[in-house]
Each structure stands twice: as structure tokens, then as C-alpha cells.
């Protein structure tokens, strides 16, 4: 049985919290900023958590 392998894409875009939650970074902030407003593109910067809904499908992907 080969060794199951880590997802390259979500290794980079999620990080484990202590707790065992999953951090994200929110999207819509890369580029086409000059349209967003301030208040917008500051709450864009700050760091979410996956939802419980998706939980699951991204365990599966980081191979928890």
C-alpha cells in the first residue's frame, strides 16, 4: 500500500490551529483593488477559519 500523500495546494493555503481548527486567508484581495473600498480590503486581510461544512473535505485533503 503506498503512503498517502498531502495535497500541495492545501498544504499551502491552510495552517492547524492548537485547538485543531483550520485557518484560512480570505480571497478577493490578490488583485483589481482600486474598485474595493478601504473597509473592505482591511477585513479582507485578516484570517478566517474553514467552515464546520467543509471540515471534512479539507481534513481529507491535509491527511489528518
Known sequence: MP??????????RFK?????????KHAF????????TTKQKRN???SGLVHD????RVSRMLVM
Open 3 to 12: 503512503k498517502m500523500k498531502t495535497h500541495s495546494s492545501a498544504k499551502k
Open 16 to 24: 492547524l490551529t492548537g485547538t485543531g481548527k483550520v485557518k484560512r
Open 29 to 36: 484581495k490578490s488583485h483589481i483593488l482600486t474598485k474595493k
Open 44 to 46: 479582507l486581510t485578516h
Open 53 to 56: 461544512t467543509d471540515m471534512d
